[in-house]
């Protein structure tokens, strides 16, 4: 199993509170991604990171914002929760050498509830 | 734009009958990936198989196999003699091949199997 840990695993909070879900990853890859996964509509891609201190946005990206000081962490954050960022949050990581489609390996998910 | 199309929301069938999961794309690139992805009762997305567009042949892996065709844009997938323990969600996904190679998925498709 890829070295991906997330925390908190479950958290409920209060809409307008600010909320970091941590992403920690042990293989040394290169590229990080937070994903949330909804009904109906999958998994979709918020924020990506291809290097320490480089970023950018996904599909769903408003609302969020992520930041990679050290290779191993990629944390996110949403500023202030809304009742819409109710979802499961998963963090996935993958090495890929150009020209190629390296496999996405995800960690367990943290379940965020906003009330 | 990418996308994926998982038609089928839910699927049910009887322990031992044979199961397929369809899963169509749209993709303007020529070159791109092709995923799926389990994801158990428990939660976690478990990587199933990758295939990229120049590889057309079925890929057969015990019970599970995988028929890809470029002329249809489809990549189905078929549980030959279904277990219980085949019960999840299954998530069909498309990658670029250049850059961070971002998964575009599916709305994923809950598979039942009865006893």
């Known amino acids: 199993d890829a070295g991906i840990t997330q925390s908190p695993r479950h958290k409920v909070t209060e809409t307008g509170t600010p909320v970091t879900l941590r992403c920690h990853q042990t293989e040394n890859h290169r590229y990080m991604y937070w994903y949330r996964q909804d009904p109906g509509h999958g998994l979709r891609l918020i924020h990506y990171s291809y290097g320490v201190k480089d970023t950018d946005k996904g599909e769903v990206s408003d609302g969020y914002s992520v930041s990679r000081s050290k290779t191993e962490d990629f944390l996110l954050t949403l500023e202030s929760a809304t009742s819409s960022q109710t979802s499961v949050y998963f963090c996935?990581?993958?090495?890929?050498?150009?020209?190629?489609?390296?496999?996405?390996?995800f960690g367990p998910g943290t379940r965020l509830t906003v009330l | 734009a990418q996308k994926v199309t998982q038609a089928q929301t839910e699927i049910s069938v009887v322990e031992k009958e044979d199961v397929t999961l369809d899963c169509v794309y749209e993709t303007r690139d020529t070159t791109y990936y092709l995923f799926w992805y389990k994801q158990p009762p428990s939660g976690e997305l478990v990587f199933l198989i990758r295939r990229n567009s120049f590889d057309e042949q079925n890929e057969i892996s015990g019970r599970y196999s995988w028929n890809f065709q470029k002329s249809t844009s489809s990549f189905n997938f078929t549980i030959t003699a279904s277990q219980v323990v085949d019960s999840a969600v299954y998530f069909c996904?498309?990658?670029?091949?250049?850059?961070?190679?971002?998964?575009?998925f599916g709305q994923g498709t809950r598979l039942t199997i009865n006893p």
């Open positions: 996935a990581i993958s090495e890929s050498a150009a020209g190629t489609a390296d496999t996405q390996y």
């Open positions: 996904a498309l990658s670029e091949p250049q850059g961070a190679q971002k998964l575009v």
